[in-house]
């Protein structure tokens, strides 16, 4: 069975901070990863996601997360965030071919002035 | 085009009535989600639909929860006799999800139903 993990609930950050976002997921099989953004009183988006190649992958609003398939994890980071940042981030696996996606409890980050 | 929508946007019922959240997702896309989203609270999945298969229930929370798809397009979901611990954002999400790759897997959510039970 698959499951994602993330290991941080809250995040507070100052503006123009580096920033990572934890996530960890198990699974026998090999599987597809995304990072999903959900703005304050905005519906959920897609981020950024990874399906095969580079495990080094870059979304938008400069995001990127780094696939470690020896540390099952798929972290997400930015290296200088803004106020704007702010929102709750979702870390998301798939096994594809039908199966259903399965999504961790979400990370809130909060970017202080 | 047009993405995935959903109504009400926002429904408040008294306890123990019944309440019915509709879903129309992108067309053309096989698989359709429902999530469950409480005030501080993550992602909760509820009930997964692909293409003829029967349904995965295994995220509905009680027996008061139901949802079915008609066509393969439109989904419902039903709440029968509501709690106020019922009262959340449900979220509907689909995605085109019969091909191996995953590319295909990405889902696209709709912007919720906001349900209130007094």
């Known amino acids: 069975a698959q499951s994602v993990t993330q290991l941080d609930s809250q995040v507070p950050v100052f503006e123009e901070a580096p920033v990572e976002l934890r996530c960890n997921y198990s699974?026998?099989?090999?599987?597809?990863l995304f990072w999903y953004v959900q703005y304050p009183n905005q519906g959920l988006q897609l981020l950024l996601k990874?399906?095969?190649?580079?495990?080094l992958v870059k979304g938008i609003n400069g995001f990127e997360a780094e696939f470690n398939k020896s540390q099952t994890s798929f972290h997400l980071r930015k290296p200088s965030v803004h106020i704007s940042d702010t929102a709750e981030y979702f870390c998301?696996?798939?096994?594809?071919?039908?199966?259903?996606?399965?999504f961790g409890a979400g990370t809130r980050l909060f970017v202080k002035a | 085009g047009a993405g995935v929508s959903q109504s009400p946007s926002n429904k408040v019922t008294e306890k123990g009535k019944d309440v019915e959240l509709r879903c129309d997702p992108i067309s053309g896309h096989t698989a359709l989600y429902w999530y469950r989203q409480s005030l501080g609270q993550g992602l909760e999945f509820l009930i997964y639909f692909q293409g003829n298969s029967a349904p995965d229930k295994s995220g509905l929370p009680s027996d008061r929860f139901s949802a079915e798809r008609t066509g393969g397009s439109v989904s419902t979901l039903t709440i029968q006799r509501t709690q106020q611990e019922d009262s959340a954002v449900y979220l509907c999400?689909?995605?085109?999800?019969?091909?191996?790759?995953?590319?295909?897997?990405?889902?696209?959510f709709g912007p919720g139903t906001r349900l209130l039970v007094l």
């Open positions: 990874y399906l095969s190649g580079s495990t």
């Open positions: 998301a696996v798939s096994r594809g071919g039908g199966f259903k996606t399965i």
């Open positions: 699974s026998s099989v090999s599987v597809y």
């Open positions: 999400a689909s995605s085109l999800g019969t091909s191996g790759t995953g590319i295909l897997e990405t889902q696209y």
